[in-house]
């Protein structure tokens, strides 16, 4: 597909496994600024002039879109995560879906209408933990907290989130120590959910001598924590859906699909 079309598109699931290629693309527009995590918006045709449906609809639209429950309220799509996988010679990129619109008829759309997010944005969900040696993933069944009762029991896993007095920082490199964090917050995850392979690996690209930093996590996402940090030591943020069949990154042996964050230390004038 590249060879012959320029580039190929396609549909991976919330594993990172393709599910289909995208039809034809009648328009596609996107663009990232530094500090940003890059959007991504594309209208394709799904229907055929003689009214075959193509199976990107059931990958991205919601079996549940437009639901309403009996207050007139819109029903949450809780349809898996997917994501947008675009390829040209020696480029991937790969954006998270947030939302698709159809138009031409829920049932059989004559074009759907994706917008979504650079693969970046996972680092919005992950957080920067002030302190990741404590959490040990042992989880316990609770049906109140402190002030209430609840109608459901849960299962909760205790945290110890730093204060300023006790706070957990890191201190070197710029790209190494982001690098670190990035690690350390992902291994903690992994505790709690319980995976065996690193949903987010982080690699750090040759560039030119990074600045030493100071970074203090505080319980908020990855990225908020990194790139003030990132921006003010010239240290560039780019991310990708590593497949297998790609090369390995440096010091990592990868098998299954996993987003791969690339630091790279720009040159200081």
């Given amino acids: 597909m590249i060879r012959e079309m320029g580039q190929w598109a396609g549909v991976l699931d919330e594993n990172g496994i393709p599910l289909c290629d995208l039809p034809p693309v009648v328009e596609m527009e996107g663009g990232t600024a530094r500090g940003d995590v890059g959007e991504l918006t594309l209208t394709a045709q ?4 003689s009214g075959v ?20 309220k819109l029903v949450p799509s809780s349809e898996p995560t ?16 947030m939302f698709t619109e159809a138009t031409g008829g829920m049932v059989e759309p004559s074009q759907v209408k994706v917008n979504a997010v650079g693969i970046l944005d996972v680092l919005q969900g992950i957080p920067a933990w002030s302190n990741p040696r404590s959490i040990t993933g042992e989880f316990r069944t609770l049906n109140q907290d402190f002030a209430v009762m609840w109608e459901t029991p849960r299962q909760v896993a205790g945290v110890s989130m730093a204060t300023r007095a006790d706070g ?24 709690i959910t319980g995976e065996k392979n690193a949903p987010v690996v982080c690699e750090v690209l040759p560039g030119g001598q990074s ?32 497949l297998p069949g790609d090369e390995q990154p440096a010091g990592l042996s990868l098998s299954l699909p996993t987003v791969l964050v690339w630091l790279r230390q720009q040159e200081r004038e």
């Avoid at 997917?82 to 879906?97: L, T």
């Avoid at 957990?168 to 992902?186: C, F, N, P, W």
């Avoid at 990855?222 to 943020?237: D, F, K, R, S």
């Fill in 168 to 191: 957990y920082t890191v201190h070197g490199e710029a790209t190494t120590q982001i690098k670190r964090l990035i690690d350390e917050s992902m291994v903690a995850v992994m505790r």
């Fill in 46 to 49: 799904v229907r055929t002039p």
């Fill in 82 to 97: 997917r994501f947008i996988c675009i390829e040209r010679a020696g480029v991937r990129m790969a954006y998270r879906v």
């Fill in 53 to 72: 449906v193509h199976p990107v609809v059931d990958a991205l639209v919601a079996a549940d879109l437009g639901k309403v429950d009996s207050e007139g």
């Fill in 211 to 242: 600045p030493e930093v100071f970074i203090r996590p505080e319980d908020d996402s990855l990225w908020e924590t990194i790139v003030p940090v990132a921006t003010a030591a010239g240290v560039e943020i780019t991310g990708t859906m590593w």
